[in-house]
């Protein structure tokens, strides 16, 4: 296995709030996972090249395997803030971002950007007791959004096409609110 990128969390000491444990954390999951794999996928094996798998000088020809642990993967960024109306917690990374005209799709069931061959880091993976549940099926956005609105909150994505991406999850915190019943 290797190192992923890390997480950095900002977010005051001793903030808490009344949510549903499991909806919250299929969301930031969700959430999490899919930046998670586009820093990876973006920087791949070689940061400093364009694609994961061409050579960054002429000698690496003559390494065996690349480590993974070597790689300077930028950070994903979690704030957390309390409002009067809301806690907000926004997910940034440097994935690359998604096209604008993806940015209608991601909303819909069975849509995915997953490839089912990711070459070395699916063979790193097989090795793992890992699985991730629902992966690649399309639902993770679609169903974090639901949950994030089911009880008057939100979920908001933002992306710079060769950058990255800003997901804002609102959670609505006043507890005299109505929630929707189904």
């Known amino acids: 296995m290797f190192r992923g990128p890390p997480v950095q969390l900002i977010c005051p000491p001793n903030l808490t709030f009344p949510y549903v444990p499991g909806h919250l954390s299929h969301i930031c999951f969700e959430l999490l996972k899919n930046s998670l794999r586009a820093v990876v996928e973006r920087y791949g094996f070689s940061p400093s ?3 994961p798998n061409s050579p960054s000088s002429p000698n690496s020809s003559l390494k065996a395997k690349p480590n993974l642990d070597d790689i300077p993967y930028p950070p994903i960024k ?3 803030i309390e409002g ?3 806690i907000t917690i926004k997910i940034s990374d440097e994935g690359g971002g998604i096209s604008r005209s993806a940015i209608p799709l991601i909303w819909t069931y069975m849509y995915t950007t997953m490839q089912r061959s990711v070459g070395q880091l699916e063979e790193d993976f097989r090795d793992t007791d890992f699985r991730a549940p629902m992966a690649g099926f399309g ?3 679609p169903l974090s959004r639901l949950y994030a609105r089911y009880f008057g909150g939100d979920l908001r994505l933002i992306s710079m096409e060769g950058y990255g991406t800003d997901v804002y ?3 609505n915190r006043l507890s005299a609110a109505r929630e929707p019943l189904l």
Do not use: K, P, T, W
């Open 49 to 51: 090249s364009s694609s």
């Open 78 to 80: 979690v704030i957390v």
């Open 84 to 86: 009067n109306e809301d």
């Open 139 to 141: 639902y993770g956005l």
């Open 169 to 171: 999850i609102h959670l």
